[in-house]
């Protein structure tokens, strides 16, 4: 079983849609979780950080962590066609998780005007 | 600032010719790394480093070495290079690792890597 596990997509929307990207994860010691963007032929950027279980929200982003589940989500609202990128979760601390940062294989997403 | 920077962008090489990947942070980080990506399969780590003079490997280390001799570089050895290895490789830094404090990682651009 994979550390973690992302759907490769692609996920193609209209614009002003909302977005749901999600990832499961097997390592019950992980305890802070990341979004990242990553657009074609760039490097990754954080998009959101999250300590432990709950929302968070920054904008048109929200990114929620069940812990219990282990299953972590991202939600984009109105989305744009600037949203066009690949998006990977992340995750690791913690006792048993080490320092390492698992990422996931990422979702490409396509936004269409 | 100009963070992670990576050269050279773009390299053909040769089965079994060697190279070195730059890598050069200027956030005085002291943590770190070296990823690749392949279509699909995410990052893996190839190596890391705590602190100059400190590295240790991680996921797929095989055919590659690194060394950190200061704070900013943190260079990336490829001998005799295969097909396998034929990827998209990027550095990376954060200021701290792991536990409570937030473990933010800063990428380079990346370096695109075919061996023919």
């Known amino acids: 079983q994979k550390e973690v596990e992302q759907d490769p997509g692609p996920l193609s929307v209209p614009e002003g849609a909302i977005v749901s990207l999600n990832c499961t994860y097997s390592?019950?010691?992980?305890?802070?979780f990341m979004w990242y963007r990553q657009y074609s032929r760039k490097g990754p950027e954080l998009l959101m950080y999250?300590?432990?279980?709950g929302n968070k929200e920054d904008g048109r982003f929200t990114a929620q962590v069940d812990k219990s589940s282990k299953y972590i989500s991202l939600f984009i609202r109105d989305s744009q066609p600037s949203d066009s990128a690949t998006y990977l979760c992340?995750?690791?601390?913690?006792?048993?998780?080490?320092?390492?940062?698992?990422f996931g294989a990422g979702t490409r997403l396509f936004v269409k005007a | 600032n100009a963070g992670v920077t990576q050269t050279p962008k773009f390299r053909i090489l040769k089965i079994g010719q060697s190279m070195t990947l730059q890598c050069t942070q200027d956030?005085?980080?002291?943590?770190m790394y070296w990823y690749r990506q392949d279509p699909g399969m995410g990052l893996k780590l190839i190596y890391y480093?705590?602190?100059?003079?400190?590295?240790d490997k991680g996921e797929v280390p095989n055919g590659y070495n690194v060394s950190r001799s200061t704070t900013e570089d943190f260079p990336l050895r490829l001998e005799l290079a295969a097909p396998s290895q034929t990827s998209v490789y990027f550095c990376?830094?954060?200021?701290?690792?792991?536990?409570?404090?937030?473990?933010?990682?800063?990428f380079g651009p990346g370096t695109r890597l075919t061996v023919l």
């Open positions: 956030m005085n980080h002291n943590y």
């Open positions: 990376a830094s954060s200021r701290t690792s792991g536990g409570i404090s937030t473990d933010t990682q800063y």
């Open positions: 390592n019950s010691a992980f305890q802070y």
């Open positions: 480093s705590v602190g100059a003079g400190i590295t």
């Open positions: 999250t300590y432990s279980s």
């Open positions: 992340a995750m690791g601390g913690g006792v048993g998780g080490g320092f390492k940062t698992i």
